[in-house]
């Protein structure tokens, strides 16, 4: 596609289950990134991967965060057993390196709300 | 730390000049970045500033860059309220991998 795509836009979830958030980046790039929005927070670096090597995860809040790149393309976010602070909006951005010197170029995000 | 810096918010008028204030961490950064984010839209690359200048004018923008002190502002010169839109500092972290840090974002709302 000509953009990032994220799905779901919207999530509700009950407290306790499992969610998946996926992102189709940019075709071509190398690098991917996620990030968590909350009211007051910012934009949270969660999880980064750049072409084979190893992802960065120092981001990742718990255990029960994680995600995985296939074929060095989708990715796919998982948080496990749901926690009302995990409500937010989770935005993923691809770039076509990873290093500085490239625009990184966003998807309008899931809003995950867990009740 | 991997903390960028920035206030929470800034109103001002219509036709004033805005000033957008950032304190980034990582003193290797190749480029520093700001990106807006309008209400109910994706974030998007505004302008960027490579760390060899101490200013960058595009148009209505003005990037000044303070290594010393690691600080970058961003300048709006008579903001309309279309600017009225939340502002982020970025920074290629370096370390192991050269991750992209945002600010806290600044909210600049413009009163009419």
């Known amino acids: 596609g000509a953009g990032v795509s994220q799905s779901p836009s919207n999530k509700v979830t009950e407290k306790g289950k499992d969610v998946e958030l996926r992102c189709d980046p940019i075709s071509g790039h190398t690098a991917l990134y996620w990030y968590r929005q909350s009211l007051g927070q910012g934009l949270e670096f969660l999880i980064y991967f750049q072409g084979n090597s190893a992802p960065d995860k120092s981001g990742l809040p718990s255990d029960r965060f994680s995600a995985e790149r296939t074929g060095g393309s989708v990715s796919t976010l998982t948080i496990q057993r749901t926690q009302q602070e995990d409500s937010a909006v989770y935005l993923c951005?691809?770039?076509?390196?990873?290093?500085?010197?490239?625009?990184?170029?966003f998807g309008q995000g899931t809003r995950l709300t867990v009740v | 730390g991997e903390d960028v810096e920035q206030s929470l918010f800034l109103s001002v008028r219509e036709g004033d000049s805005s000033v957008i204030n950032c304190t980034y961490t990582d003193s290797s950064s190749t480029y520093l970045y700001w990106y807006k984010q309008e209400p109910g839209a994706g974030l998007q690359l505004l302008t960027y500033?490579?760390?060899?200048?101490d200013m960058k004018q595009d148009q209505r923008l003005t990037v000044l860059l303070n290594k010393k002190d690691k600080h970058l502002s961003l300048r709006i010169a008579d903001t309309q309220t279309g600017d009225s839109a939340i502002y982020f500092c970025a920074e290629p972290y370096g370390g192991a991998t050269n991750k992209l840090i945002f600010g806290t974002g600044t909210l600049l709302a413009v009163q009419p």
């Open positions: 500033i490579f760390s060899n200048m």
């Open positions: 951005a691809s770039s076509f390196t990873g290093t500085g010197g490239t625009e990184a170029f």
